[in-house]
């Protein structure tokens, strides 16, 4: 085909992808000495993404509701914090030469979830390990080329041509007037 037989078109396409597993440690300082830990749920979780540079970044914060005993088991207690993270995704690019890909999708793969809640040695506070996993996707406007028939579309020009016959064994007679009922 000749050079003129081809078009490049400007359109938006997934140009660049990054995934990252995150492990974090927080400490909690409850209101009490724990005696033992009986649960631990990570709630509220919020993000937002953005593009800088070749990566990006997610921004967010959840709450570590730890649920202890105390006074030797005696009593319980609701241990609530809140926490802010940023994780920095790497991004791989199928297309150096990308224009505007400033649009990111960020996915919570794993959303955070409680990996281990344990007293900390002294016995006062509560150590919690946390996981969590994105996926992104950035979005840009990239040049694709495609080649053009010479010919045309043709084949596409009787493509509702049949139609005609459906309406044939249509009963005009059949319709009811609701408006005397």
């Not at 709450?63 to 790497?90: G, P």
């Not at 400033?102 to 793969?109: F, N, P, S, T």
């Not at 409680?114 to 506070?125: V, Y």
């Amino acid at each position: 085909m000749s050079q003129s037989h081809y078009r490049e078109i400007l359109a938006k396409a997934v140009v660049a992808k990054g995934r990252k597993y995150t492990k974090s440690s927080h400490t909690i300082t409850p209101a009490h000495h724990p005696s033992s830990i009986l649960g631990c749920w990570i709630i509220n979780h919020k993000y937002e993404a953005r593009k800088i540079g070749k990566k990006v970044e997610i921004r967010g914060t959840f709450e570590i509701n730890t649920w202890y005993s105390t006074q030797h088991n005696t009593k319980t207690e609701l241990a609530c914090e809140k926490v802010q993270y940023s994780d920095v995704i790497s991004l791989k690019y199928r297309d150096p030469d990308v224009q505007d890909d400033e649009e990111v999708i960020a996915k919570a793969v794993q959303q955070p979830n409680c990996i281990e809640a344990s007293i900390s040695p002294d016995g006062q506070q509560i150590l919690v390990n946390v996981e969590r996993e994105f996926f992104v996707e950035v979005i840009g406007e990239t040049m694709i080329c495609v080649a053009v028939n010479p010919d045309g579309c043709n084949d596409d020009d009787d493509w509702g041509s049949d139609l005609e016959d459906e309406f044939e064994d249509l009963r005009p007679d059949f319709m009811v007037d609701f408006e005397d009922e």
